[in-house]
């Protein structure tokens, strides 16, 4: 029973005390504003995500919002993200080329602006999907530029990808068109400004 | 894209001697050397010249060896567990059957035992994966109520480990346990821990390490525990042992499987709700089963980066990097991953032998060192290993994960009870969710 009683003791003491580092230890969030001062140290920021940049070496950056200001964060790989969504990340403030940047360690989506939809869903009831962040599985059909027309079943719709030469696409592709749903009254039709095309 | 036999062959050799290696050095996890592999490419690209490979395919080449590496760490790394009570995730309960069986005198069959069930588990969740795929994926797609109900399924598990206990009192203890070690898991699994030598930390070795290596290592200690002379025979199986050992391997590697699928659910978790769900067994039956899960786990993590194409393991992530899987449409399986399950098979074939010689081998030679010595080199190694990954903070946790992994011992409660530093973080977030 003493063996028990001085472990248990142990125990106690020992979460008392890992309690109170956590307290102490616990990364700190920071407005995005603030970063400067937080140089080498370990944050949280929040934000959504305004821009999505593939680098040469593999990674993404992206350049994240809180409405006033913007902050970019270097991720290493590829990540499941897309313009719109809302995030936490987890990471080092460090300076790069003058301006302060956020390498992540961890990121969170806390909320997933883009919406999945079928192309025919665009057709039927496209006043429902307008001006909203969408991701779309389709076919595509042509390449003009940055221009690409994209099928799927009977519908087609044209996807403007003015970011990313389309160099690495071909005619037959499947791919993931990630952007926004717009309309151009003066064609009066429908596209997505799209911020990624991603082959799948 | 074609690749031929004899290249794939050589770079799973070559992943399965590293993973041989780095898997008997005790806390090294096999998400550190993937990710050391990919970062020192250098001897790869000497190997792929002299084998004149083209440069297209060194991702996919490199991926082997890291699978290789993979599949021999969840065989080989019981031995680190077993001599030194220093366990890796995957092993943290599969260590305590295996390590009670080396004080009898029987670590060679224990070590055995182990490779075995991770061996046919191999067998059975390749064959296995090929017909879930249609299950979990298009056309039934279980993936997603599997989801939903992963939180009744942690729920019956905490259940069962609390009611399954021989008295009122014994629930009572094993249940406080389960809310200690639950507390404990909530404070140090997000605690940022950093390592003084720049190396990777993370709080789960100091933290398992504690629960079940340094408190059996100091149970050992104060009860002045000596061990028997080491006998070298192989396991002999009874007709009812073979049949029970099948339902062992099948329940491990179902729970592997499951795991697998599952975000934020990992190994340990798979090996608690294997135990729990093979119920009373002996010892033997017991490493089995908590060895197919290890090896299930790994196995599945890469069929399900290209049937759900999902990463649900540090070495998957590093294989998705590089070689971008595509997703599993149709009946028959993409290239790439037949390819890949080339050193599955390699890496499990010859993991089995080797795992057994080693053990074999440490056997002879641990028996005629006083226990206590060996022992009391236990316990400076986690000490020191801790210390190099996490530093102070971490043989904080390291005492403190110790101190709750002594009371079942000395209580006479089961001591899977300490996965509450799991189970109870995992239920928070499941029931948060939904």
Same mark, same amino acid.
């Given at each position: 029973m003493n063996r028990v009683y001085i472990s248990g003791v142990f125990a106690a003491v020992g979460l008392l005390v890992l309690f109170a580092l956590a307290g102490i230890t616990k990364t700190p969030e920071i407005e995005l504003n603030e970063i400067s001062e937080y140089e080498g140290r370990k944050v949280i920021v929040k934000g959504v995500i305004t821009e999505i940049r593939p680098t040469s070496g593999g990674n993404t950056l992206l350049l994240l919002s809180d409405g006033v200001h913007d902050v970019k964060v270097f991720a290493f790989g590829k990540r499941d993200l897309f313009v719109g969504d809302g995030i936490a990340v987890r990471g080092t403030v460090q300076k790069y080329q003058d301006s302060h940047e956020i390498l992540a360690d961890h990121i969170y @989506?806390?909320? +997933? +602006?883009c919406t999945e939809v079928k192309l025919w869903q665009l057709a039927e009831n496209p006043f429902k999907y307008l001006n909203d962040h969408i991701n779309l599985s389709c076919y595509i059909t042509r390449i003009d530029g940055y221009r690409l027309v994209v099928k799927e079943g009977n519908y087609t719709l044209t996807v403007i990808y003015p970011l990313i030469s389309t160099e690495k696409l071909d005619k037959g592709d499947r791919v993931r068109v990630t952007g926004m749903f717009l309309y151009n009254p003066e064609k009066f039709s429908f596209y997505i400004l799209s911020t990624e095309v991603m082959k799948i | 894209m074609s690749v031929d036999f004899l290249h794939i062959l050589t770079f799973s050799l070559i992943g399965f001697v590293i993973g041989v290696f780095t898997a008997l050095?005790?806390?090294?996890h096999v998400n550190t050397v993937s990710l050391m592999l990919v970062s020192f490419q250098s001897p790869f690209l000497i190997i792929s010249d002299i084998m004149s @490979? *083209? *440069?297209?395919l060194m991702p996919l080449l490199v991926s082997s060896s890291i699978i290789s590496v993979y599949i021999a760490h969840t065989f080989v790394n019981i031995i680190p567990a077993t001599f030194l009570g220093v366990p890796e995730e995957g092993v943290a309960l599969t260590m305590l059957p295996t390590h009670s069986l080396l004080l009898k005198g029987r670590g060679y069959e224990a070590i055995c035992l182990s490779a075995m069930g991770s061996f046919f588990s191999a067998v059975i969740t390749i064959l296995l994966m090929f017909s879930l795929k249609f299950l979990l994926s298009d056309? @039934?797609?279980l993936y997603a109520s599997l989801k939903e109900i992963m939180v009744w399924i942690i729920i019956a598990v905490i259940s069962v480990m609390i009611l399954t206990e021989k008295s009122p009192k014994a629930m009572l203890i094993s249940s406080t346990i389960l809310l200690l070690s639950g507390v404990y898991g909530l404070i140090v699994l997000d605690l940022p821990l950093e390592s003084p030598f720049g190396l990777p930390s993370s709080s789960l070795f100091p933290s398992l390490a504690g629960l079940f290596g340094l408190s059996t290592l100091l149970s050992s200690v104060l009860s002045k525990t000596s061990m028997v002379r080491q006998e070298l025979h192989e396991p002999v199986f009874q007709r009812e042992d073979k049949l029970s050992g099948i339902v062992s391997v099948l329940t491990g590697s179902f729970s592997g499987i499951l795991v697998s699928i599952i975000p934020g659910v990992t190994t340990a978790i798979g090996t608690i709700i294997a135990l729990v769900t093979r119920g009373e067994s002996d010892e033997r039956q017991a490493i089995i089963t908590l060895s197919s899960v290890n090896t299930a786990v790994s196995i599945a993590t890469i069929f399900n980066l290209f049937v759900i194409g999902k990463t649900r393991s540090g070495v998957a992530v590093v294989v998705r990097n590089l070689i971008g899987a595509e997703t599993w449409k149709g009946f028959l399986p993409p290239y790439s991953l037949l390819c890949l399950l080339i050193p599955v098979v390699i890496s499990a074939s010859l993991s089995l032998p080797i795992t057994c010689r080693i053990g074999k081998f440490l056997s002879e030679k641990i028996g005629k060192i006083n226990y206590q010595k060996i022992t009391w080199a236990g316990i400076s190694l986690i000490i020191a290993l801790v210390f190099m990954f996490s530093g102070f903070a971490g043989l904080l946790i390291l005492l403190t994960g110790a101190s709750i992994g002594l009371l079942p011992i000395f209580t006479g409660a089961r001591r899977s009870s300490c996965m509450g530093i799991l189970l109870i973080p995992l239920l928070i977030r499941f029931l948060g969710n939904s």
């Amino acid at each position: 029973m003493n063996r028990v009683y001085i472990s248990g003791v142990f125990a106690a003491v020992g979460l008392l005390v890992l309690f109170a580092l956590a307290g102490i230890t616990k990364t700190p969030e920071i407005e995005l504003n603030e970063i400067s001062e937080y140089e080498g140290r370990k944050v949280i920021v929040k934000g959504v995500i305004t821009e999505i940049r593939p680098t040469s070496g593999g990674n993404t950056l992206l350049l994240l919002s809180d409405g006033v200001h913007d902050v970019k964060v270097f991720a290493f790989g590829k990540r499941d993200l897309f313009v719109g969504d809302g995030i936490a990340v987890r990471g080092t403030v460090q300076k790069y080329q003058d301006s302060h940047e956020i390498l992540a360690d961890h990121i969170y @989506v806390l909320e +997933r +602006r883009c919406t999945e939809v079928k192309l025919w869903q665009l057709a039927e009831n496209p006043f429902k999907y307008l001006n909203d962040h969408i991701n779309l599985s389709c076919y595509i059909t042509r390449i003009d530029g940055y221009r690409l027309v994209v099928k799927e079943g009977n519908y087609t719709l044209t996807v403007i990808y003015p970011l990313i030469s389309t160099e690495k696409l071909d005619k037959g592709d499947r791919v993931r068109v990630t952007g926004m749903f717009l309309y151009n009254p003066e064609k009066f039709s429908f596209y997505i400004l799209s911020t990624e095309v991603m082959k799948i | 894209m074609s690749v031929d036999f004899l290249h794939i062959l050589t770079f799973s050799l070559i992943g399965f001697v590293i993973g041989v290696f780095t898997a008997l050095i005790p806390g090294m996890h096999v998400n550190t050397v993937s990710l050391m592999l990919v970062s020192f490419q250098s001897p790869f690209l000497i190997i792929s010249d002299i084998m004149s @490979v *083209d *440069d297209y395919l060194m991702p996919l080449l490199v991926s082997s060896s890291i699978i290789s590496v993979y599949i021999a760490h969840t065989f080989v790394n019981i031995i680190p567990a077993t001599f030194l009570g220093v366990p890796e995730e995957g092993v943290a309960l599969t260590m305590l059957p295996t390590h009670s069986l080396l004080l009898k005198g029987r670590g060679y069959e224990a070590i055995c035992l182990s490779a075995m069930g991770s061996f046919f588990s191999a067998v059975i969740t390749i064959l296995l994966m090929f017909s879930l795929k249609f299950l979990l994926s298009d056309p @039934v797609n279980l993936y997603a109520s599997l989801k939903e109900i992963m939180v009744w399924i942690i729920i019956a598990v905490i259940s069962v480990m609390i009611l399954t206990e021989k008295s009122p009192k014994a629930m009572l203890i094993s249940s406080t346990i389960l809310l200690l070690s639950g507390v404990y898991g909530l404070i140090v699994l997000d605690l940022p821990l950093e390592s003084p030598f720049g190396l990777p930390s993370s709080s789960l070795f100091p933290s398992l390490a504690g629960l079940f290596g340094l408190s059996t290592l100091l149970s050992s200690v104060l009860s002045k525990t000596s061990m028997v002379r080491q006998e070298l025979h192989e396991p002999v199986f009874q007709r009812e042992d073979k049949l029970s050992g099948i339902v062992s391997v099948l329940t491990g590697s179902f729970s592997g499987i499951l795991v697998s699928i599952i975000p934020g659910v990992t190994t340990a978790i798979g090996t608690i709700i294997a135990l729990v769900t093979r119920g009373e067994s002996d010892e033997r039956q017991a490493i089995i089963t908590l060895s197919s899960v290890n090896t299930a786990v790994s196995i599945a993590t890469i069929f399900n980066l290209f049937v759900i194409g999902k990463t649900r393991s540090g070495v998957a992530v590093v294989v998705r990097n590089l070689i971008g899987a595509e997703t599993w449409k149709g009946f028959l399986p993409p290239y790439s991953l037949l390819c890949l399950l080339i050193p599955v098979v390699i890496s499990a074939s010859l993991s089995l032998p080797i795992t057994c010689r080693i053990g074999k081998f440490l056997s002879e030679k641990i028996g005629k060192i006083n226990y206590q010595k060996i022992t009391w080199a236990g316990i400076s190694l986690i000490i020191a290993l801790v210390f190099m990954f996490s530093g102070f903070a971490g043989l904080l946790i390291l005492l403190t994960g110790a101190s709750i992994g002594l009371l079942p011992i000395f209580t006479g409660a089961r001591r899977s009870s300490c996965m509450g530093i799991l189970l109870i973080p995992l239920l928070i977030r499941f029931l948060g969710n939904s």
